[in-house]
Nanobody, 125 residues
Framework: QVQLVESGGGLVQAGGSLRLSCAAS????????MGWFRQAPGKEREFVVA????????YYADSVKGRFTISRDNAKNTVYLQMSSLKPEDTGVYYC??????????????????WGQGTQVTVSS
């Protein structure tokens, strides 16, 4: 079992920045690829970004490329999402997720084994 707890969400104006954190406990964090997903009201959960267990691979959704940066610190069992130039369409609940995977991370919701409870990000125009 892996327990994931997100933090760092909040209300920010368009153009602003936020840094989300996801702290993991339980099984060996470095065995897992990590992903961030988000879900806006009335919409399906969507892929945002993912990082491999050793940070060798990162994949971004086109909508966030150049604005968001994912990183991880395996010594601290934490993955981060730095979000800049935020837009109102970035609003939603952001979830971190873990996939037991030593290869390139995947982008599908169904591939991930463990999920956090989510943190709300609201970007005002």
């Amino acid at each position: 079992q892996v327990q994931l707890v997100e933090s760092g969400g909040g209300l920010v104006q368009a153009g602003g920045s936020l840094r989300l954190s996801c702290a993991a406990s339980g099984r060996t964090f470095s065995s897992y690829a990590m992903g961030w997903f988000r879900q806006a009201p009335g919409k399906e959960r969507e892929f945002v970004v993912a990082i491999s267990w050793n940070s060798a691979y990162t994949y971004y959704a086109d909508s966030v490329k150049g604005r968001f940066t994912i990183s991880r610190d395996n010594a601290k069992n934490t993955v981060y999402l730095q979000m800049s130039s935020l837009k109102p369409e970035d609003t939603g609940v952001y979830y971190c997720a873990a996939e037991y995977n030593y290869g390139p991370p995947r982008r599908s919701v169904t591939e991930y084994d463990y999920w956090g409870q989510g943190t709300q990000v609201t970007v005002s125009s």
